[in-house]
């Protein structure tokens, strides 16, 4: 499976600030996600990316608040906007196979402040 | 809302005993099914894909797929310490160009020595 790092790997920001989360992959790969998992949850898709459309965001979610960029098939960012304490959480990406396989990232690990 | 739903929790087995792990899904459509392992303060890591009604073997692991029943277990033979983490079910959405997977909450197993 493809190795997957992201940026930073925690990070405490003040509130009505913003973020941005890496995410590199080590091979080329056309679909990435973006998920949050708040504490003691499970995961929730926030967007899908895929390289040469727009981000698909997920009910909930949007473009203002979570500006994603994918500029190739191997990275993609995630921009947490305007943050409040409510955005504290991890932020993990994943990268997706044609068998449907998804691999995450190690996560970024976001306190709100 | 596609659904997908784990035992709650937390399960609790004697090292060397069988756990035995159940999720259900509302999405009569979803044809792929994966089981997540989830370390505390890491992120989820792929342990078994399951796509064909019955079981798969892999190691300890034999994942159990009923599509009539719309349920998916997770059974670990041989139960290590090592074993004790959060397992987390999913189910894609393969609808439209994008597979989205949806979680369940998730179980935590607890393997005592």
């Known amino acids: 499976s493809a190795v997957i790092s992201q940026k930073p790997s925690r990070d405490i920001c003040q509130r009505g600030t913003s973020l941005t989360i890496q995410c590199q992959v080590d091979?080329?790969?056309?679909?990435m996600f973006w998920y949050r998992q708040q504490p003691g949850q499970s995961l929730t898709l926030i967007a899908t990316a895929n390289q040469g459309s727009e981000a698909t965001y997920e009910s909930g979610f949007v473009i203002d608040k979570f500006p994603i960029s994918r500029p190739n098939l191997t990275f993609s960012t995630l921009t947490v906007s305007n943050m409040s304490p409510e955005d504290s959480s991890i932020y993990l990406c994943?990268?997706?196979?044609?068998?449907?396989?998804?691999?995450f990232g190690p996560g970024t690990r976001l306190t709100v402040t | 809302q596609k659904e997908v739903e784990q035992n709650s929790g937390p399960l609790s087995v004697p090292e060397g005993a069988i756990a035995s792990l159940n999720c259900t899904y509302s999405?009569?459509?979803?044809?792929?099914f994966f089981w997540y392992r989830q370390y505390s303060g890491k992120s989820p890591e792929l342990i078994m894909s399951i796509y064909s009604n019955g079981d798969k073997e892999d190691g300890r692991f034999t994942a159990q797929l009923n599509k009539a029943s719309q349920y998916v277990s997770l059974l670990i033979r041989d139960s290590q310490p090592s074993d004790s983490a959060t397992y987390l079910c999913?189910?894609?959405?393969?609808?439209?160009?994008?597979?989205?997977?949806?979680f369940g909450k998730g179980t935590l197993l607890t393997v005592n020595p």
């Open positions: 999405d009569r459509v979803s044809q792929s």
């Open positions: 091979s080329q790969v056309t679909m």
């Open positions: 999913a189910v894609i959405d393969s609808g439209g160009s994008n597979y989205k997977l949806t």
């Open positions: 994943s990268v997706g196979t044609n068998s449907y396989e998804q691999y």
